[in-house]
């Protein structure tokens, strides 16, 4: 158990919805990270935090996706009008600053009817 | 952060010993070797990093060759909870400056252990 929760662990949503899903970084991490992982690749960064400051975001976070971290503990990823090609596992993880050795958590796998 | 090569699939006996192999030849003198393995439909789980010296902790053990351009992960007595996807990643511990945090992936080793 790595101490990485994310909620909910899957989401089968409809072509054009909204939806949102949750981080729960170890508690004591300031980083935290978003990834976007589809079958048979290895997982894509998307997004990540340190404290409550989005410091980079990937050309992969269209418009349409939004993440926020506001008091620098959980963190929501969001997506709007979801396409199927969003169908994808979103990873969190989390790590402390001076430390690469990020820890991840089980995933959200979002499936886009 | 330099590109890693790994062949994309392996298979190991069980009770044997793992040996995956990891080539980096344009590492640089600042950048540590990190890997971590993906069982199915779980998130990715740290194993072991190391820079230049062999390391060695409960999950698996670091071999760096000395010029740095390849790596070897062994894991000592393999079982089938070690099937898994295991990935190598090169990356340099910058200063806490904020930007470039990123872990770049590959497609890494598919590893079956067979009973």
């Known amino acids: 158990d790595t101490g990485v929760s994310q909620d909910p662990r899957h989401k089968i949503t409809k072509r054009g919805q909204n939806v949102t899903f949750r981080c729960d970084p170890i508690?004591?991490?300031?980083?935290l990270y978003w990834y976007r992982q589809t079958l048979g690749q290895g997982p894509e960064f998307l997004t990540y935090f340190q404290n409550e400051a989005q410091l980079e975001k990937s050309r992969l976070l269209s418009d349409r996706f939004s993440a926020e971290r506001p008091k620098g503990s959980f963190s929501t990823l969001e997506i709007q009008r979801t396409e199927q090609g969003d169908s994808a596992m979103y990873l969190c993880a989390s790590s402390l600053v001076g430390s690469d050795t990020q820890y991840f958590g089980p995933g959200t796998r979002l499936t886009v009817l | 952060d330099a590109k890693t090569t790994q062949p994309p699939s392996m298979d190991c006996a069980e009770g044997r010993a793992a040996n995956l192999p990891c080539n980096h030849s344009t590492i640089s003198g600042n950048e540590y070797v990190y890997w971590y393995r993906q069982i199915h439909s779980q998130g990715p789980q740290y194993i072991i990093h190391g820079l230049k010296n062999n390391e060695t902790n409960e999950m698996a053990s670091l071999i760096i060759t000395e010029d740095r351009k390849s790596s070897t992960l062994i894991l000592p007595h393999a079982t089938l909870r070690d099937t898994a996807v295991y990935y190598c990643?090169?990356?340099?511990?910058?200063?806490?400056?904020?930007?470039?945090?990123?872990?770049?992936w590959g497609l890494g080793t598919s590893l079956a252990v067979n009973p």
């Open positions: 508690s004591e991490h300031n980083r």
């Open positions: 990643i090169v990356r340099s511990l910058q200063s806490n400056a904020g930007n470039n945090r990123k872990l770049i």
